[in-house]
Nanobody
Framework: VQLQASGGGLVQAGGSLRLSCAAS????????MGWYRQAPGKQRELVAA???????DYSDFVKGRFTISRGNGMNTVYLQMNSLTIEDTAVYYC?????????WGQGTLVTVSS
């Protein structure tokens, strides 16, 4: 299984980015897909997650600004990030889980400038 994340880049504070992640090599859908991030010198933390049924979970620091969604193929996940702040600068990692399996993408860098 491979997770390919894309969409990171440089954006000014207040701007928006949309991250995408596509999982390949799995015959079945993942129960949960999500996004984590890791800023320099900090631990990796959950940003948002979504189940196959569409239930979502957001960390407090992104509520109201970020929206997670899944594609029709069920093994794709998106993260729409609005009102970005400098504190959102980090490497964003895609995560996919199902019974006995967990996979990580390679990470995509998001840099927010002032």
């Amino acid at each position: 299984v491979q997770l390919q994340a894309s969409g990171g880049g440089l954006v000014q504070a207040g701007g928006s980015l949309r991250l995408s992640c596509a999982a390949s090599g799995s015959r079945t859908s993942f129960n949960v897909m999500g996004w984590y991030r890791q800023a320099p010198g900090k631990q990796r933390e959950l940003v948002a997650a979504i189940t196959g049924a569409g239930a979502t979970d957001y960390s407090d620091f992104v509520k109201g600004r970020f929206t997670i969604s899944r594609g029709n193929g069920m093994n794709t996940v998106y993260l729409q990030m609005n009102s970005l702040t400098i504190e959102d600068t980090a490497v964003y990692y895609c995560n996919a889980r199902k019974l006995y399996e967990e996979h990580w993408g390679q990470g995509t860098l998001v840099t927010v400038s002032s």
